[in-house]
């Protein structure tokens, strides 16, 4: 896909754990994890709004494009 | 979920109940057809319809069954037996089907795979009603067992409805196909 999660680089960055993330924006860590491993097809607002919150940065640092 | 997996309980039971009574008067008549009156009527509480529905032949047989009688063959084998088959396949999809209904499997791949397979067995009755009397008269002219038989072959009300049955049961699983996967998507989205 050329849509590229980088929500574990964020993660790493704020020293943050998936299972915390989740808890603070009130997703299961599984649900997660599948967006982390780039399985999800689509993302609601409403999750990129609470990551971002959580993590304190935008949307661009955690979705990135690359030509396939 | 609890009413669904109750009631398919049930639901299954009463399909083995009739496999069993549909089987079981289909062999009665085999196995007691010397015994039985030149009406060729059983009577059996409960087996008795089931029987009729058994000897009385729509589409091609209608026609061939009579012939095969004047002809020495036992009709009721050689054209029941493909009915009786074709049952016991669509009584054992109900069983399988209705048993993951109880075990609270409602929308998954074994569900569609199950109606799916019920559409398909439907169409290839329908091919095999008109296909079959053709192999039993061809063999039969083949072997020299008979040179006056005449080949059968209709396309009747019986075989339009079983086709149609077919074909919207079939239409029906592959929308459920697509509705499930329009589900694994909707799983996708956080």
């Not at chain 2, 009665?28 to 009729?52: A, Q």
Request: aromatic share 10%.
């Amino acid at each position: 896909m050329a849509i590229i999660i980088e929500l574990d680089v964020m993660l790493a960055k704020r020293k943050m754990k998936l299972n915390d993330l989740a808890s603070t924006i009130g997703i299961t860590p599984q649900n997660l994890s599948v967006l982390k491993t780039g399985k999800a097809k689509a993302i609601r607002f409403s999750t990129l709004n609470a990551i971002c919150s959580a993590l304190e940065c935008t949307p661009g640092d955690i979705l990135l494009f690359a030509e396939d | 979920m609890h009413k669904i997996k109750k009631v398919s309980k049930y639901v299954r039971y009463l399909i083995l109940f009739l496999a069993f009574i549909h089987i079981a008067s289909f062999a009665l008549t085999i196995l007691l057809s010397d015994k039985i009156c030149s009406s060729r009527l059983l009577d059996i509480e409960l087996g008795g319809s089931i029987y009729s529905s058994i000897v009385e032949f729509d589409g091609t047989g209608k026609n061939l069954a009579p012939v095969l009688k004047e002809e020495g063959f036992d009709s009721t084998i050689i054209l029941g037996s493909v009915d009786i088959i074709v049952y016991s396949f669509l009584y054992f999809l109900l069983f399988k089907l209705f048993g993951l209904y109880m075990r609270g499997f409602i929308f998954t791949a074994s569900n569609i795979n199950c109606i799916r397979n019920m559409g398909r067995v439907l169409m290839l009755w329908v091919g095999l009603s008109i296909i079959y009397p053709l192999i039993v008269v061809f063999i039969i002219r083949m072997l020299a067992l008979s040179d006056s038989l005449q080949y059968h072959f209709s396309f009747g009300s019986s075989e339009l409805i079983r086709l149609m049955l077919g074909v919207v049961i079939y239409v029906i699983a592959w929308i459920m196909a697509e509705a499930m996967k329009l589900n694994q998507e909707q799983e996708l989205v956080i």
